[in-house]
Nanobody
Framework: QVQLVESGGGLVQPGGSLRLSCAAS????????MGWYRQAPGKQRELVAT???????NYVNSAKGRFTITRDNAKNTAFLQMNSMRPEDTAVYSC?????????WGQGTQVAVSS
């Protein structure tokens, strides 16, 4: 069983930055894809960013140029650096790991962007 523990959410002012972490209970060498979804109140869940084991990265258009996803295999952790944040980034962010056809999820962390 793979467990993912998230940290790093909180309240930030517009234009500010936050870094989310997603620590896995297993070596992430075995995890093909890690990433984050987010869901804002009243909206559909949205895939924000993904990174594969080979380093292939994808972002939702609204995150391009502002968010950076990385993974530290030695620490079994993925990171989502969010800069130039906007009120519309407010959501619950949930990290995931995909191993074969199975998805594993973190507990979710609230991110709020407000002045």
């Amino acid at each position: 069983q793979v467990q993912l523990v998230e940290s790093g959410g909180g309240l930030v002012q517009p234009g500010g930055s936050l870094r989310l972490s997603c620590a896995a209970s297993v070596s992430i060498f075995s995890i093909y894809t890690m990433g984050w979804y987010r869901q804002a109140p009243g909206k559909q869940r949205e895939l924000v960013a993904t990174i594969t084991g080979s380093g292939s990265i994808n972002y939702v258009n609204s995150a391009k140029g502002r968010f950076t996803i990385t993974r530290d295999n030695a620490k079994n952790t993925a990171f989502l650096q969010m800069n130039s944040m906007r009120p519309e980034d407010t959501a619950v962010y949930s990290c995931y790991a995909k191993i074969a056809l199975t998805f594993y999820w973190g507990q979710g962390t609230q991110v709020a962007v407000s002045s």
